[in-house]
Nanobody, 122 residues
Framework: QVQLVESGGGLVQAGGSLRLSCAAS????????AAWFRQGPGKAREFVAG??????GTQYLDSVKGRFTISRDRNTVYLQMNNLKPEDTAVYFC?????????????????WGQGTQVTVSS
């Protein structure tokens, strides 16, 4: 089992920044990729960014490219979010997978955190 705990969400004005953290514990050696997903009110959960934990290779949702950066340090995965927009408002989830390539489909991830709320006001 892998346990994931997110932190860093909050309320921010449009144009502001937040950094989300995802601390992993347990059988972390089974993690090959990690990702951030988000789910806005009345919307499906969507892939935001993913990272290959060994190589550091990344992948992003088109609408966040140039604004969000995913990174990792030991057993923590980060999501730096700059120039936030109201449409970024959502609950953000961290997830991990045993897949060696970044997957964008939520069912590909077998461990999930509890989520952290990000609210961007206009």
């Amino acid at each position: 089992q892998v346990q994931l705990v997110e932190s860093g969400g909050g309320l921010v004005q449009a144009g502001g920044s937040l950094r989300l953290s995802c601390a992993a514990s347990g059988r972390t050696f089974t993690m090959y990729t990690a990702a951030w997903f988000r789910q806005g009110p009345g919307k499906a959960r969507e892939f935001v960014a993913g990272i290959r934990l060994n190589s550091g290779g990344t992948q992003y949702l088109d609408s966040v490219k140039g604004r969000f950066t995913i990174s990792r340090d030991r057993n923590t995965v980060y999501l730096q979010m700059n120039n936030l927009k109201p449409e970024d408002t959502a609950v953000y989830f961290c997830a991990s997978s045993g897949s060696i390539v970044v997957q964008t489909a939520a069912p590909s991830y077998n461990f999930w955190g509890q989520g952290t709320q990000v609210t961007v006001s206009s």
